[in-house]
């Protein structure tokens, strides 16, 4: 039996297609993985904050100026980046795929500009002699947590930029749907999460006095 023949009936007699879990599989996987995403970078988080904690030589090497400047325009970025996630899916559901194409392309746009500004932040780091295994200001396993956080994050916005790109194109051919656009948007609207969580723990608190 294929997906969209299964039916179930929900609250007062209403059917509901596509899954026998009441929603559509494909949202359902999505919000699997993104569970056991959350779970991968909270234990990263959780690892980090305990290296800090217990680091006699923890470095704070982040100034205002330019590097909490640079972090608030890239939050700013992805936030807007969410909002034009959702005008995508919104389109989407409406049936306007030029619509809809626009605004995944602007996420798009914005993931590939957060990209390069974090790039461009490594090679100031990696400049000023941080890596993986050392740092001029403390405990060399700053370089380590930090550019595992922030790079395993980078990866997920790369995955998503070229996520984007696959279901955009899929849907303004008629051969994706909007269930998958939307499914894409929760996808992106967690690694913008994420990001409000790894601000703080690796950013403000490494300001330096």
Do not use: C
Not at 59 to 86: D, Q, Y
Not at 187 to 200: E, G, K, N, T
């Amino acid at each position: 039996m294929s997906e969209s023949e299964v039916t179930l009936h929900g609250a007062g007699g209403a059917l509901i297609e596509g899954s026998p879990y009441g929603i559509p599989s494909r949202k359902l996987t999505m919000w699997l993985f993104i569970i056991s995403d959350a779970i991968t970078f909270g234990a990263l988080l959780f690892g980090y904050g305990y290296l800090r904690t217990a680091s006699s030589d923890w470095p704070a090497p982040f100034r205002f100026n330019p590097s909490i400047l640079n972090v608030m325009f890239m939050t700013f970025i992805l936030l807007t980046s969410s909002l034009t996630m959702l005008g995508g899916v919104d389109a989407a559901k409406a049936g306007d795929k030029a619509k809809a194409r626009r605004f995944l392309w602007s996420t798009m746009l914005l993931g590939v500009i957060f990209a390069g500004l974090h790039i461009r932040e490594w090679i100031g780091l990696i400049d000023e002699g941080v890596s993986l295994f050392q740092n001029p200001w403390g405990s060399p396993l700053f370089g380590a947590t930090f550019f595992s956080i922030t790079g395993l994050h980078l990866l997920h916005v790369t995955g998503g930029v070229v996520a984007i790109a696959v279901v955009s194109r899929g849907f303004s051919r008629g051969k994706l749907t909007a269930g998958h656009v939307e499914a894409t948007g929760l996808y992106w609207h967690f690694v913008d999460l994420v990001w409000m969580f790894v601000v703080p723990l690796v950013y403000l608190l490494n300001l330096a006095r």
